[in-house]
């Protein structure tokens, strides 16, 4: 497994100020509104001089447009929410928790039991578990529908690029222009490299992706054999991130399937320290899944 860094929200924050090419055409002032956010709507990326595509940008970062996956362009897509109970986030009506349809073809047998089991849950007044809620992390592809509530923010290195969302500063590292290692262990974001594709598309492929995790919101297992191919490709707009998902995974699913995922470049500033793990490890006394706790102190 290639070597964990650590890296402080400070840190991140001189990275992207030192990225003099990360600028932006205009600062922001007065920008229209959207989506609860303000919107980038007069600043754009500028190209970077060495052809690389640019994805970094000094206090703006890139919101989800939401945090469930889109359908592909066509083919096999990903879980959706069952039609006689479609979820509402509590930004769109009452609040709803996920019921996954299970209908979808895609699905192994046990993997369809799993979600059954968690929609029964639901469905019987119970709180399902939410590893964004309980400072789990999100894994992969679920990286990319984590929060829509927290900026990512992309770091581009020399040799590898980092994946950030602010939230408890969940990071995926990627690493340029290099195979993947011969027997890496599965790990919580697994083993990515890439590479850049154009002027406009970073490739990520990831493996060893821990089972412990989701591929999705609806809490849609899979093996340790995952394979996943994400392609981050810059909007000409200069303030739009289109990514295209690409899943295999014979032990869970049926068949190779896709998912699209966008991202807005929105006005942020500061990136935020927000410790997910500082909370109650069992709030309200509800008996949801407990925060995680390592066995031993990293330092």
Do not use: M
């Given at each position: 497994m290639r070597g964990l860094k650590v890296y402080t929200a400070a840190a991140v924050a001189a990275s992207l100020a030192a990225?003099?090419?990360?600028?932006?055409?205009?600062?922001?002032?007065?920008?229209?509104?959207g989506a609860g956010f303000p919107l980038a709507a007069e600043g754009t990326l500028k190209p970077r001089a060495d052809g690389i595509p640019n994805f970094a940008a000094v206090d703006y970062g890139w919101y989800e447009v939401?945090?469930?996956?889109?359908?592909?362009?066509?083919?096999?897509?990903?879980?959706?929410?069952?039609?006689?109970?479609?979820?509402?986030?509590?930004?769109?009506?009452?609040?709803?928790?996920?019921?996954?349809?299970?209908?979808?073809?895609?699905?192994?047998p046990w993997v369809r039991q799993s979600l059954e089991k968690a929609n029964a849950r639901v469905l019987a007044?119970?709180?399902?578990?939410?590893?964004?809620?309980?400072?789990?992390?999100?894994?992969v592809p679920a990286f990319t529908v984590y929060t829509r509530v927290r900026p990512v923010y992309i770091v581009q290195g020399a040799k590898d690029v980092l994946l950030i969302n602010e939230g408890d500063a969940q990071t995926r590292h990627v690493y340029l222009n290099v195979p993947h290692s011969m027997n890496p262990k599965p790990s919580w974001y697994g083993e990515s490299v890439g590479h850049y594709e154009g002027h406009?598309?970073?490739?990520?492929?990831?493996?060893?992706?821990?089972?412990?995790?989701?591929?999705?919101?609806?809490?849609?297992?899979?093996?340790?054999?995952?394979?996943?191919?994400?392609r981050y490709t810059l909007v000409p707009d200069g303030r739009t991130m289109e990514v295209k998902v690409d899943v295999e995974d014979p032990g869970a699913f049926t068949t190779k399937w896709s998912a699209r995922q966008t991202?807005?470049?929105?006005?942020?500033?500061?990136?935020d320290e927000s410790p997910c793990a500082e909370n109650h490890t069992n709030f309200f006394s509800l008996g949801v899944a407990p925060i995680p706790e390592a066995k031993t102190a990293d330092f």
């Open positions: 990225a003099s090419a990360a600028t932006l055409d205009q600062r922001a002032a007065g920008l229209p509104q939401g945090d469930d996956f889109l359908p592909p362009d066509s083919g096999p897509g990903p879980i959706f929410a069952d039609p006689k109970h479609p979820y509402r986030s509590n930004q769109s009506g009452d609040p709803t928790y996920r019921v996954a349809d299970t209908s979808n073809p895609i699905l192994q007044g119970g709180i399902p578990y939410n590893p964004r809620e309980r400072c789990w992390p999100a894994g406009d598309t970073l490739v990520v492929d990831t493996i060893a992706i821990s089972d412990k995790t989701f591929v999705d919101n609806y809490l849609t297992p899979h093996t340790k054999a995952l394979h996943v191919v994400e991202y807005r470049l929105r006005l942020q500033g500061e990136v």
